[in-house]
């Protein structure tokens, strides 16, 4: 792994007045504006969580609510498009409650000129990672906007999942003692838009990792792991949702930076690129804090779901004051910051 | 009125191929991409039923889902902003389906360089809407494109409402005998927009009757009144509106222009700009099908929760083949047909 840097990640300055791409990055910037503008304005109990979704009471029973916008470029990538991606995003944030993902709405905002033949190939995208994933889409909205006023297609979606369980899947769940799991390999969808965008090739192609996670985090609350929260590592990456996470918990989180895998291509390429890959994004991977008796099993449960990657334990959480550290292969630590600005522009 | 010049409305050649800012008109190619790609992509039970929201059974709960994106230019205009249209728009639709709007979810698409003043603005027009309507901002995402990939800011929200009646409203509902009631005058949100867009001024000014539909439509069913249909007269109008909802129907609607309000300033604007008044979109005005012998009673109703315009019963539904028609001011019939292309482009 190599150093961030920040310069290089986030080349224009920061004004106050304005938006910069770091605000959309999923870093202490983007935070910060969430914080000091959105939130208040909206002051609401569910959004105070900061959680992947919110969870509301629907007669007898629980749904959670989550929506994420997709503003990816290009459009299409190695391993997936916007459309696999709008569908499998918004479905992993429902499972990273805990729900079962079960209805999703669709909103595109189209630009003048967009070929009719990609959108298709979108539409049928979603289609195929919605019938994967279990859920329906139920209701819609298509907008056009004026040739050089949008970039081709942008595409919303929000998702409703039922939650059937009673556990408190939530940042602030999590507990001294916690272990963590990473259900696969990091980094390997940020460095497959780079070289859809950029043109670059790495030996044997790296390819997103694009894919649903309901699976295997259902099966852990299915089979009675006691999990105090799950986090999907897209924008920002393992490293600032680990920061966040210790934050909202007022622990001490300690990752091993030997039991974190990232593919041989992938290292490579952020070596190359001046990038770390515990801040990469990834779109088919999560962290899962549990009690550490369950660890082995919530391990043995992920190793039996997870076909196309290695889950491991990679750490640990402790009482002290609020910090993420890495052990790193040589022995030392590293304090581990959230993602300060944009690493990638436009990376989902 | 005039007749509505098309060539005006729809510049542009439509090219088969590509978007076309037509097809986010709602009019009838917006229609036909709709149906020829964007349904069979999907094939849900929940999208075939053409309305406003979905509706969903939770438990022992029916919850009514609905999603809309918000590109109108420009952001602020006389009577509102992008955020409040973005909070009524998607409360009008839940409204529309009988649900008591409970959460609403927003997707912000932030362009580089987008003023954060303005940015609080409409977070604070978003919030005011909210309370207005007794909804609550529960989950959100903020995603920031590159300067000249956007607009400034596109604004997605989605909805979830709850169903507290056991009426089957819809197009489908609609039966021979229904008179139509409209809840207010047409064609200020159109108006509203050119004036602001084209530094148009028309004497004493037309602002945009953007406001939630949510006490009058619930009032309806609260009231004991059988609704079979109602819908809010975004793009495409009146006009468009009523031939969906008799094809659904397989009615033959009849509407009277004398009992159809429009304000004089609108309507002059209209014959300046070559505006039909049953095409402009308004944010504030829906139809609403009842049985005949309780159209009195809904009337009652509407004029007593609606303080800032008129509501009136404007016709009825017959048996007959498909079709809408206006009869005229001097007594002779209009075929109305729905919204060809694209009248005024991102006026939601």
Same mark, same amino acid.
């Given at each position: 792994?190599?150093?961030?840097?920040?310069?290089?990640?986030?080349?224009?300055?920061?004004?106050?007045?304005?938006?910069?791409?770091?605000?959309?990055?999923?870093?202490?910037?983007?935070?910060?504006?969430?914080?000091?503008?959105?939130?208040?304005?909206?002051?609401?109990?569910? #959004?105070?969580?900061?959680?992947?979704?919110?969870?509301?009471?629907?007669?007898?029973?629980?749904?959670?609510?989550?929506?994420?916008?997709?503003?990816?470029?290009?459009?299409?990538?190695?391993?997936?498009?916007?459309?696999?991606?709008?569908?499998?995003?918004?479905?992993?944030? #429902?499972?990273?409650?805990?729900?079962?993902?079960?209805?999703?709405?669709?909103?595109?905002?189209?630009?003048?000129?967009?070929?009719?033949?990609?959108?298709?190939?979108?539409?049928?995208?979603?289609?195929?990672?919605?019938?994967?994933?279990?859920?329906?889409?139920?209701?819609?909205?298509?907008?056009?906007?004026?040739?050089?006023?949008?970039?081709?297609?942008?595409?919303?979606?929000?998702?409703?999942?039922?939650?059937?369980?009673?556990?408190?899947?939530?940042?602030?769940?999590?507990?001294?003692?916690?272990?963590?799991?990473?259900?696969?390999?990091?980094?390997?969808?940020?460095?497959?838009?780079?070289?859809?965008?950029?043109?670059?090739?790495?030996?044997?192609?790296?390819?997103?990792?694009?894919?649903?996670?309901?699976?295997?985090?259902?099966?852990?609350?299915?089979?009675?792991?006691?999990?105090?929260?799950?986090?999907?590592?897209?924008?920002?990456?393992?490293?600032?949702?680990?920061?966040?996470?210790?934050?909202?918990?007022?622990?001490?989180?300690?990752?091993?930076?030997?039991?974190?895998?990232?593919?041989?291509?992938?290292?490579?390429?952020?070596?190359?690129?001046?990038?770390?890959?515990?801040?990469?994004?990834?779109?088919?991977?999560?962290?899962?804090?549990?009690?550490?008796?369950?660890?082995?099993?919530?391990?043995?449960?992920?190793?039996?779901?997870?076909?196309?990657?290695?889950?491991?334990?990679?750490?640990?959480?402790?009482?002290?004051?609020?910090?993420?550290?890495?052990?790193?292969?040589?022995?030392?630590?590293?304090?581990?910051?959230?993602?300060?600005?944009?690493?990638?522009?436009?990376?989902?």
């Amino acid at each position: 792994m190599t150093t961030l840097d920040f310069k290089l990640a986030c080349p224009r300055p920061i004004d106050g007045d304005s938006i910069n791409l770091s605000h959309g990055g999923g870093g202490s910037v983007m935070h910060k504006l969430i914080e000091s503008r959105i939130l208040p304005a909206f002051d609401t109990g569910a #959004l105070g969580v900061r959680h992947d979704s919110a969870v509301l009471e629907v007669g007898g029973a629980r749904i959670a609510f989550t929506t994420d916008s997709f503003v990816i470029r290009p459009l299409f990538f190695p391993g997936g498009d916007i459309g696999s991606l709008a569908v499998n995003g918004t479905v992993n944030d #429902l499972a990273m409650s805990g729900a079962t993902p079960k209805w999703l709405s669709c909103g595109l905002i189209l630009e003048e000129g967009f070929p009719i033949d990609d959108l298709d190939k979108i539409l049928h995208s979603m289609r195929a990672a919605a019938d994967a994933a279990g859920v329906s889409l139920v209701t819609g909205d298509t907008k056009v906007v004026d040739k050089g006023k949008g970039d081709g297609v942008f595409i919303n979606t929000a998702g409703i999942g039922i939650v059937e369980h009673d556990l408190a899947i939530a940042p602030g769940s999590v507990r001294p003692g916690d272990r963590i799991l990473l259900s696969g390999d990091l980094g390997r969808h940020t460095i497959a838009i780079m070289s859809a965008r950029e043109g670059l090739t790495f030996e044997g192609g790296v390819e997103s990792d694009c894919a649903s996670l309901v699976v295997p985090a259902l099966a852990l609350i299915r089979e009675g792991i006691d999990v105090h929260c799950m986090r999907d590592l897209t924008r920002g990456g393992l490293a600032s949702a680990l920061v966040e996470i210790s934050e909202a918990s007022k622990t001490r989180i300690t990752i091993d930076e030997d039991s974190i895998p990232v593919r041989e291509d992938v290292n490579g390429a952020c070596e190359i690129l001046g990038f770390d890959p515990l801040y990469l994004a990834n779109e088919g991977r999560f962290a899962a804090f549990v009690p550490e008796h369950q660890a082995e099993r919530a391990l043995e449960i992920l190793r039996r779901e997870i076909r196309d990657a290695e889950p491991s334990i990679i750490g640990r959480v402790e009482e002290g004051s609020q910090r993420v550290t890495l052990r790193t292969t040589i022995g030392t630590g590293r304090i581990i910051d959230m993602l300060s600005g944009e690493q990638l522009p436009r990376i989902c």
